[in-house]
């Protein structure tokens, strides 16, 4: 990137400082920078990251006074070898270093088959919509808009190479007719909704009731982190995640609510952190 670009960069920032200087800080305890102390590291990052800012600049920790230009530096070098890993990572080459299999990751209809032929628990994918035209995964069968409401769903439907809980509803039969994300819906506002896209509906899970409390809506998961090692797969660390607000998925990037597990009690330990909210520390109320 040129310089002209890494100035055109630095001055679009400088347009749009008040995020920075209004941001909480994750370490009340320390002492921290001004806030023109914040703007003038995004600004030294800037030109030294090709025209990347500091997204995680607070959430790492990097308001606090004794981090120095030097100790900067550092974490824009570790930064980019994890760009650098991230590339090379893209393809998983165990099997063919030439192909590329990523797709199995990002294709729910895909990742679901392939985990089921090696015997792997895995969410059951009952139905695949396609141009509005929903199929039955179990007979291959074409269901009309207009039989869904004699059928019975309890389902969550995602977008089958989504990410991030975007566009995720929950489809529940009731005796009064079909509800969406617990509203009522029509066939004519359903098919709007299935025409958008490519859809696998996935039949939901019951979850222990201790993982309700906080939120019922959404199915409430355990992220693990894992690595491959000479030993064997093993893991890292391990979060639990909550929906929010009432909402039908868990996911931080769509509200939920981010729990450390501890790897070696299976304990939650907080607080817990919202990732719209710049991973403000939370702590959930007593009742």
Known sequence: MSFTDKLSDAMSFLSRPKEYLDSRTHYPDSPRKSPWRFIKDQ???????????????????????????????????????CADKKIASNKLSSVDPSCDYIVLLRDKLCFGTWLKQFGFPTP???????????????????????????????????????GRGIGIFHLRSTKTGLTLNGKPVGVDELAAILAEGFFVGQRRVEQHLDLTKINPGSINTLRLLTIQTEDGVKPMLAAMRFGTDGSV?????????????????GRIKGPGNFKKQNLLPYIHPPE
Request: charged share 25%; hydrophobic share 35%; proline share 2%.
């Open 43 to 81: 600004i030294w990052y800037i030109f030294h990251r090709d025209g990347i800012h500091m997204s995680r600049y607070f959430r790492y920790g990097l308001d606090r006074q004794e981090i120095t230009t030097a100790k900067l530096a550092e974490y824009a070098f570790e930064c980019q070898k």
């Open 249 to 265: 998925v868990d996911n931080a990037s769509s509200g939920g609510l981010c729990v450390g597990v501890d790897m070696q009690t």
């Open 124 to 162: 059951v994918n009952d139905y695949m919509v396609r141009g509005g035209k929903i199929t039955d995964m179990s007979t291959m069968r074409e269901i009309s808009i207009g039989e869904m409401p004699n059928l019975k769903f309890d389902h969550f439907f995602k977008p089958a190479t989504g």
